[in-house]
Structures are given as structure tokens and as C-alpha cells.
């Protein structure tokens, strides 16, 4: 039995819904417009089971070979979002399985992707990952290739790009991280007004678990929440 282990992720997840509350409140938005993304990386598929069981219907993985398994058991409960770096050879493994990409950040990955959807017949949905604080260990686009990006992309019919993606640099102070945020929230915009047909930005995927309340204050409509929501001796 798992009772024990789904009632500590009640309890987790009571406390994360608390402040995610007081975010949405300090900010004046909506609870409802604010999404966890559980990443699982960390735990095995059981907890998957578990998370499931509790309510958190959007689980995120971040490496295909780890997450194959554990999608075999549950891929179809919840929905599934891939967040990791994507070598366009693992593309045939991801599409068709996980429904968000939240990791297009090259123009190779985009046609891999966009020639997998046209054989599956299906329109990848994406994020375009920004490396917004410009740290060379990060991935992500730089923001000043964002436009002839979505240019050279704009004749893929087989991608669209719903959202935009990023990660803060490690801080102590997640409050450091605010401006990181605010970028973020400002291409969407940009975006938005250059009016690409593929390209129309709804979603803000960021934040996590030292930085999330920041992120969602400034807008993130998805929070990838790992060690504080499935790592019981960090949360
Ligand atoms: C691991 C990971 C997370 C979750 O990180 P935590 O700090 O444990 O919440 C979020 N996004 C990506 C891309 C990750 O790889």
C-alpha cells in the first residue's frame, strides 16, 4: 500500500497550493491561469501513480531514456510534457507520446520535429526555449535569434509554437530572479505582435521549486515543480 506516501503528497502539495494562492493573489490573477507541471525525473514511475492519484495531471520529464518506462505505465493518464534538452535523434521517441515540447531551441530541432509530425500526420506543439539570462551552461535560444528563428520556421506546418520557455540562473535569492521572469514575459508580447501564423504565444512556462511564487507574479501560466513536490527530505 501507498497511502502513507500519497498522504505526504496531499500535505506537499496543500502547502504549494497555498502559495501559489498568495502569488496569484499579490499579482492579481487567476488561480485557475497558473498550471503545476510535476517534474518526476527524481522518483519512480510508482510516484507518477501517485501524483495521479492526488490530482496533478500534468507530470514533466526531462531525459527520453528514463522517461520511456515510466510513460509505458502512465502515459495514458495525464498529460505529458517534455522539458529537457532534445538531441533530434530521441525526436521520433517524444512525438506522438508527450503533448508539450517545452525545449525547441535550434532550427535542427525544429525540422526534426517538424518532419515527425508530418509522418505522424500530427502538429507538434512547442515551446520556444529562451536562454534569457545569457549563461553559457544553459540551452535556449539566444533572444537576439528569436526573429529570424520564427522566420525560418514559418513554413514548418507540422510545429506551433504555443509557449516560451525558460530557466533562471541558481540564486540564492530567487527575487534575483524576477527580471529573468519579466523578459520572458515581455518576448510574448513581442512576439505576439509580429503576428507569425505559427507562432502565437499563450503559455509562459517558468519557474520552480526556489523560484515559482517570483514566476508567477510575473505572469508563468505553467511551474515546473520537482524537489519540493516529490523530493520528501528537500521539501
Ligand atoms: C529538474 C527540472 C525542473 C524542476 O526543478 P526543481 O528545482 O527540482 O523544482 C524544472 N524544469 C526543468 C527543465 C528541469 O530539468
Redesign the pocket.
Given at each position: 500500500m501507498r497511502t502513507s506516501e500519497r498522504e505526504q503528497l496531499r500535505e506537499r502539495l496543500k502547502r504549494i497550493e497555498e502559495r501559489i494562492t498568495a502569488a496569484c493573489h499579490r499579482s492579481n490573477r487567476k488561480r485557475e491561469d497558473v498550471k503545476i507541471i510535476a517534474?518526476t525525473?527524481?522518483v519512480d514511475a510508482e510516484v507518477i501513480g501517485d501524483l495521479l492519484d492526488v490530482g496533478v495531471s500534468h507530470i514533466?520529464e526531462?531525459r527520453v531514456q528514463d522517461a520511456l518506462p515510466k510513460y509505458e505505465q502512465y502515459g495514458d493518464q495525464g498529460t505529458w510534457h517534455f522539458?529537457?534538452h532534445l538531441q533530434t535523434n530521441k525526436v521520433k521517441d517524444v512525438v506522438g507520446r508527450f503533448t508539450y515540447i517545452?525545449s525547441l531551441d535550434r532550427l535542427s530541432l525544429a525540422e526534426a520535429l517538424n518532419k515527425r509530425g508530418k509522418q505522424l500526420d500530427c502538429v507538434v506543439s512547442c515551446f520556444l526555449q529562451l536562454n534569457i539570462s545569457g549563461e553559457k551552461t544553459k540551452f535556449g535560444l539566444s533572444p537576439n535569434d528569436v526573429l529570424a528563428f520564427l522566420r525560418e520556421t514559418s513554413n514548418m506546418k507540422h510545429i506551433r509554437i504555443l509557449g516560451l520557455m525558460t530557466?533562471a540562473p541558481h540564486v540564492e535569492n530567487p527575487e534575483e530572479t524576477r527580471t529573468v521572469f519579466r523578459q520572458l514575459a515581455e518576448w510574448k508580447e513581442r512576439i505576439n505582435q509580429w503576428d507569425f501564423a505559427h507562432a502565437t504565444i499563450e503559455e509562459l512556462s517558468m519557474g520552480?521549486?526556489?523560484d515559482f511564487e517570483v514566476a508567477i507574479e510575473e505572469g508563468a501560466t505553467y511551474v515546473?515543480?520537482?524537489?519540493?513536490l516529490v523530493?520528501p527530505d528537500e521539501s
Open positions: 517534474v525525473k527524481y514533466g526531462n522539458i529537457g517545452h530557466m520552480m521549486s526556489g515546473r515543480l520537482g524537489s519540493i523530493k
